[in-house]
């Protein structure tokens, strides 16, 4: 058996790739793992903030050639900024290529596959995909899911160190536990609100809230697109949609984006809409995003004259 020092230094030679929008959660987790975040790279984006497929390569290739070993990347199927889908076919080519996991992080968008499945090409090449049924299929705060390609995986990486090999040959079911394969121990039946309610309401119904909530998105990107006092800054493939006040000519990005935060600030406390933030390439933008069946067009509409009425009012 390795020193313990020999297997820290083992475990740092190993790199994941992923976005410069990926969602924070995963450089959380490198961290968690004891590979570091200094082992994450962070790969540049298009003007769609999709990983760009070509600048991966040549990340895998210039780690390969200093000795690291490439271990995953993390493809986004909807970044939480933009709702942008990151090429899944070209990043599975490349993973498969250099013999990388393949993980798609797809806690916010990837359910929208149920109502627009074009938009998700190459999602069925991942080894795993994460989704959270409590954005977009309205469920409690703490539903979330993690999908295997093959569930020995799972079985593999918390199996005691005898058991290992079993994992990798047994059924992926026989014998093993839920508290065995994942880090979390005790927890609620949190499927079963799910289950009823995908049982009681039908996948048509919730096909359907998710098409209008896509539908009410483009409303909203189209309605700022014709304000010439507004500027989107992205519209992404799904529901987020974001803008910021345009300002004077003169303005500097600073004067810009401290205005746009304070617009921000007026239209929460105003109390009708509610909007986030995002800051896109040093630019701080307002954020939209539709993931609520209850919203309505009238809502939707509301959404620009509060930001004009909450910049005037500054």
């Not at 942008?84 to 990837?110: N, Q």
């Not at 079963?192 to 209008?212: E, M, N, P």
């Not at 500027?231 to 600073?254: H, I, P, W, Y």
Request: aromatic share 8%; net charge positive; charged share 25%.
């Amino acid at each position: 058996m390795p020193s313990n020092e020999a297997g820290v230094k083992a475990a740092t030679q190993g790199v994941f790739y992923a976005s410069q929008e990926v969602h924070m959660s995963i450089a959380k987790s490198i961290a968690l793992l004891g590979i570091g975040r200094k082992n994450l790279r962070l790969i540049s984006t298009d003007d769609s903030f999709r990983l760009i497929p070509a600048e991966l390569e040549q990340a895998i290739q210039r780690d390969k050639a200093a000795g690291m070993i490439p271990i995953a990347v993390v493809a986004s199927a909807g970044t939480v900024n933009t709702g942008a889908i990151d090429p899944l076919p070209e990043i599975a080519a490349i993973a498969r290529r250099h013999g990388l996991w393949m993980h798609v992080d797809g806690a916010y968008g990837a359910l929208a596959a149920i109502a627009a499945p074009g938009k998700f090409a190459g999602m069925d090449l991942a080894d795993s995909l994460s989704l959270d049924p409590h954005k977009w299929l309205y469920q409690p705060l703490d539903c979330g899911c993690l999908l295997y390609r093959d569930a020995r995986a799972a079985h593999a990486a918390f199996a005691h160190t005898g058991d290992y090999a079993k994992a990798l040959t047994n059924d992926p079911v026989e014998g093993f536990a839920f508290f065995e394969e994942s880090l979390e121990l005790s927890r609620r039946f949190r499927a079963l609100r799910l289950w009823l309610s995908l049982r009681y309401h039908g996948l048509q119904a919730f096909r359907a809230a998710i098409q209008k909530d896509l539908d009410l998105a483009q409303r909203l990107a189209n309605a700022i697109a014709k304000q010439p006092e507004l500027k989107l800054l992205a519209r992404g493939d799904l529901s987020a949609v974001c803008f910021r006040f345009a300002g004077a000519e003169s303005q500097s990005e600073e004067e810009l984006n401290r205005r746009n935060a304070a617009i921000l600030k007026r239209v929460v406390q105003r109390g009708r809409v509610y909007l986030s933030n995002a800051t896109l390439r040093g630019k701080f933008g307002l954020r939209a995003c539709i993931v609520n069946h209850r919203t309505t067009a009238d809502d939707v509409d509301s959404v620009i004259p509060e930001v004009l009425a909450s910049a005037k009012n500054l």
